[in-house]
C-alpha cells in the first residue's frame, strides 16, 4: 500500500505503512540526535536520558509505564545510537492509542525524579562494567575512538563512570530540551492500522509538542586513525583494522556496503573462505560498514589465538588489496543478491520496516521505494568496486586489538603495507 507522510502544524512528520493483513501494530518515536550530539561535558547523557523516560512521569510511575504496556500484551523499549535516540512499541492494532499514548507521555512529561535517577545511574555503571568486561564488545569502543579521536562520533554511547555519575535532573531536562524538537522527530507505525488515525491519535498527544530544537549542529567528524594495543590475559585475541568509510549521502555508500559483504559478508565471502576455511587462522572473521552523516568507517574484525595473530594480518592486508585488483561478476552478483534478499526478509517484520521509514526520512527527508534502492545497487559494476577497494584501502588504517596481541605487527609495518603499490607486497615484520 506505500508509505504515507503527514506534517503536522508544529512540523513534526508523521508516517505509515498500512499493511492490512496484520493484527499488530509497530510504532515508534524517532529523535535525529544521539551521542555524538553531547557536548563534552555531557558524555553518556543521551543513553542516560533514554533510560530515564520510563522511570516515571505525571501521571505514571515507572510501574505504571510497564504494567500498562503488558497489560495488553504490548511490548516497549528504546534505543541510543550515534545520531539517534528511539522510543517504540509493538501492541494490538486495537491498542496503537495506548501506546502512542504511553510514548508521548514519557516525552513531553518525564519527572526525573532524583532517586530514580541514582538508581539508573547505578545500572548503567553495570552496563559499562559488563562491556568492557566483554572483549568483542571493548575492542569496538576503542576502534571508533581511535578512528575518530578526541571527537564526540568516536565516544563510547554509554559514557564514563564520572561522566553518568556527574548528570543531575536539570542536564537532562536541558538536553532534552535543547535536542527534541518537532523539527527533528519523525512519528511512524507499520502494521494493521489507518494513515488518518494514526495521525489524529498524535496529533492528540504531541501536537503541541515544541516546534525546534537547538539549530546547532554537531561538531563536523574528521577520520584519524591510529592505533590501539591492549593486552589482557585472554585466551584470544580480538582485532579490528579499519579505514574511513563513506557517508550517507555520498556516491560510494551502497559500493561500500556491497563490498563490505563481497569482502566479508557470509561463509563465501572472500576473508571467510581464505582467512578461516583454508587457513584455519581464526574463528570468526567478518567485515563491516557503518555510515553516518558525514562520514563513514569500514573495517574487517577477527578473534584469534595469540598463535596465528602473526599470521593472520598480513593475510587480511592481502586480501583487500587483491579487491582492489579484481573483483568477480559472479561475487557482485550474489552480494547484490544478499542485500536484496536482507531488505525483502527485513520488511517482513513491521517493527524493521517501521525502523527503515524513519531512518530515511531522518536521513533524506522522505521515504525511499524498494525499486529506487534496488536502481542504485543494479548500477554498480565490478570496475567500480575495485576502484572503491583501492581509494578505500590505500588510506591511513585504524589498528584496534584487545588480548594476548603481542605479536601483532606494529603499526607502521600495515600502514607501510597497505600503501605499497601491488604487486610488491611487504612482509609485516613482527
Not at 512528520?13 to 529523535?31: D, Q, R
Not at 559499562?128 to 569502543?141: K, L, N, S
Not at 553518568?164 to 530540551?177: A, N, P
Not at 503541541?208 to 584470544?236: C, I, N
Request: aromatic content about 8%; charged content about 25%.
Amino acid at each position: 500500500m506505500g508509505v504515507e507522510v503527514s506534517r503536522l502544524s508544529n512540523g513534526l512528520t508523521v508516517a505509515t505503512e498500512t499493511l492490512p493483513h496484520l493484527e499488530s501494530v509497530a510504532l515508534g518515536i524517532w529523535v535525529k540526535s544521539g551521542s555524538r550530539n553531547e557536548r563534552d561535558d555531557e558524555h553518556g547523557i543521551a543513553h542516560l536520558l533514554e533510560h530515564m523516560a520510563f522511570k516515571g512521569t505525571g501521571k505514571r510511575t515507572a510501574l505504571q509505564i510497564a504494567t500498562d504496556i503488558e497489560d495488553v500484551g504490548g511490548e516497549i523499549n528504546a534505543a541510543t545510537s550515534v545520531e539517534t535516540t528511539a522510543f517504540y512499541a509493538r501492541v494490538l492494532r486495537e491498542d496503537m492509542p495506548l501506546a502512542i499514548d504511553i510514548l508521548a507521555d514519557i516525552l513531553t512529561d518525564s519527572k526525573f525524579d532524583p532517586n530514580e535517577l541514582e538508581r539508573e545511574q547505578h545500572v548503567i555503571l553495570q552496563e559499562i562494567g559488563a562491556a568492557h568486561d566483554t572483549p568483542d564488545d571493548a575492542v569496538f569502543d576503542r576502534f571508533t575512538e581511535t578512528a575518530f579521536r578526541h571527537q564526540a562520533i568516536g565516544r563510547s554511547i554509554l559514557g564514563t563512570p564520572e561522566t553518568v555519575q556527574s548528570f543531575t535532573s536539570d542536564q537532562l531536562r536541558g538536553f532534552m530540551e535543547r535536542q527534541y524538537g518537532a523539527d527533528r522527530m519523525v512519528v511512524v507505525a507499520a502494521g494493521g492500522l489507518s494513515h488518518d488515525e494514526f495521525v489524529r491519535e498524535v496529533e492528540k498527544r504531541l501536537g503541541t509538542f515544541r516546534d525546534k530544537a537547538d539549530p546547532a549542529a554537531p561538531q563536523y567528524s574528521h577520520y584519524v586513525g591510529g592505533d590501539y594495543r591492549e593486552h589482557r590475559d585472554l585466551m584470544d585475541a580480538h582485532v579490528i583494522l579499519g579505514f574511513e568509510g563513506r557517508a550517507y549521502h555520498v556516491r560510494d555508500f551502497y559500493a561500500s556496503q556491497v563490498l563490505s559483504m563481497i569482502l566479508g559478508g557470509g561463509m563465501s565471502s572472500r576473508l571467510f573462505q581464505e582467512v578461516r576455511e583454508k587457513r584455519g587462522l581464526c574463528y570468526s572473521v567478518y567485515a563491516f560498514h557503518w555510515g553516518f552523516s558525514d562520514t563513514g568507517i569500514f573495517g574487517v574484525h577477527a578473534a584469534t589465538g595469540q598463535s596465528d595473530l602473526a599470521e593472520l594480518i598480513p593475510v587480511i592486508v592481502g586480501e583487500l588489496q587483491k579487491a582492489g585488483e579484481r573483483i568477480d561478476q559472479a561475487e557482485l552478483d550474489r552480494a547484490r543478491a544478499q542485500y536484496r534478499a536482507g531488505l525483502m526478509m527485513s520488511r517482513e517484520s513491521p517493527a524493521s520496516r517501521a525502523s527503515q521509514v524513519a531512518r530515511q526520512l531522518l536521513l533524506y527527508g522522505r521515504p525511499i521505494e524498494m525499486e529506487e534502492l534496488m536502481d542504485r545497487l543494479s548500477g554498480l559494476t565490478v570496475e567500480r568496486l575495485a576502484d572503491l577497494s583501492s581509494r578505500l584501502f590505500s588510506s591511513r588504517p585504524t589498528v584496534t586489538a584487545i588480548g594476548p596481541v603481542g605479536s601483532l605487527a606494529p603499526f607502521e609495518s600495515i600502514r607501510d603495507t597497505l600503501t605499497t603499490p601491488r604487486p610488491v607486497l611487504h612482509k609485516l615484520a613482527v
